[in-house]
């Protein structure tokens, strides 16, 4: 372990930093974890560089911010995992560790991480802290962007804001996958992916400040009629993804990402999926399951 103390440096001023001087194989320290919350709390995104975790090891580390989650991979019929549970493996390859395949069911389902989203905004609870993990990376493209939804909802006009305040989306990856054109369902994912409804706006109890609650998940909002929730959705990603509030990491082996999913956006950049190994592994933790209203929405998905 490093004596020098953890080094905080942002991208922006309130957005996005780097975390270097840590050791993430290690526990931390009550001091250490309180750097890494405060950061947190401030820029919302973390990158911890040149760590070596094992996955015991990474999922010791995101147990600090709460209960881990399990992957949607579970409930996708005919999915083997590659690695545990706890284990999204955001990862163009096959059960066996060779590059997919073109025509590859897993292939079109990771697809939707193309489109700007938050993960679990469609699972009760929702997502919390996002840590991912670089394995491998592609030498070209593949970088992840984020968006600050807190410093998007502050640039908002006023009528708009209130306009949208209250509203309530409904999210599901049901509603994600179809924008790809994906659509083959099996019944029983389409119970276990049914929808749950999420304010369109929320305040971030560590640092107080509100934000916008966007993702491609969102298929309809509440007392609209479907085409006119589809065009608000439209303009309010357009407006939240704006080069002033992105931040795009390209990715080496060893970096550690970690992401606020209550008030960002991501998405993962194009690459050559069928030539380049992209290995990450992303832990996921829940939010406190009284944030938000966990109504369940009886949607009825067409086939
Ligand atoms: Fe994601």
Not at 17 to 26: M, N, S, T, W
Not at 92 to 114: C, H, P, V, Y
Not at 130 to 146: C, D, E, K, N, W
Not at 223 to 231: I, K, L, S, Y
Request: charged share 25%; hydrophobic share 40%; with cysteine.
């Amino acid at each position: 372990m490093s004596s020098r103390p953890i080094n905080v440096v942002p991208f922006h001023d309130d957005f996005a930093a780097e975390v270097g001087d840590i050791d993430l194989r290690e526990p931390l320290s009550e001091d250490s974890l309180q750097i890494v919350r405060d950061a947190f709390a401030r820029y919302a995104v973390l990158v911890f560089p040149a760590q070596e975790l094992t996955v015991e090891q990474h999922l010791a580390f995101a147990r600090n911010f709460g209960p881990l989650e399990t992957t949607v991979a579970r409930q996708m019929s005919g999915r083997k995992l590659r690695t545990r549970e706890e284990i999204a493996d955001i990862a163009n390859l096959d059960a066996e560790g060779q590059i997919w395949k073109g025509e590859s069911r897993t292939r079109l389902f990771q697809m939707g991480n193309r489109l700007w989203h938050t993960d679990s905004s469609f699972k009760h609870p929702s997502g919390y802290a996002s840590m991912l993990y670089g394995r491998s990376v592609a030498p070209i493209g593949g970088h992840t962007q984020f968006a600050d939804l807190r410093a998007a909802w502050d640039a908002l006009p006023p009528a708009v804001k209130q306009r949208i305040d209250g509203l309530i989306g409904e999210h599901s990856l049901v509603y994600s996958r179809r924008r790809l054109g994906f659509t083959q369902f099996t019944d029983d994912e389409k119970i276990a992916f049914a929808p749950f409804a999420r304010p369109l706006v929320r305040t971030i109890p560590e640092s107080g400040r509100r934000n916008l609650y966007l993702a491609s998940h969102i298929g309809r909002i509440q007392g609209m009629p479907d085409e006119q929730a589809e065009q608000l959705l439209r303009e309010l990603i357009d407006h939240a993804t704006q080069r002033q509030f992105l931040y795009t990491h390209r990715w080496r082996v060893g970096d550690l990402l970690m992401w606020d999913n209550r008030c960002t956006m991501h998405r993962g950049t194009e690459f050559d999926d069928l030539r380049w190994r992209r290995d990450l592994h992303r832990a996921t933790t829940s939010d406190r399951p009284d944030a938000f209203g966990p109504l369940q929405v009886q949607a009825q998905f067409a086939a």
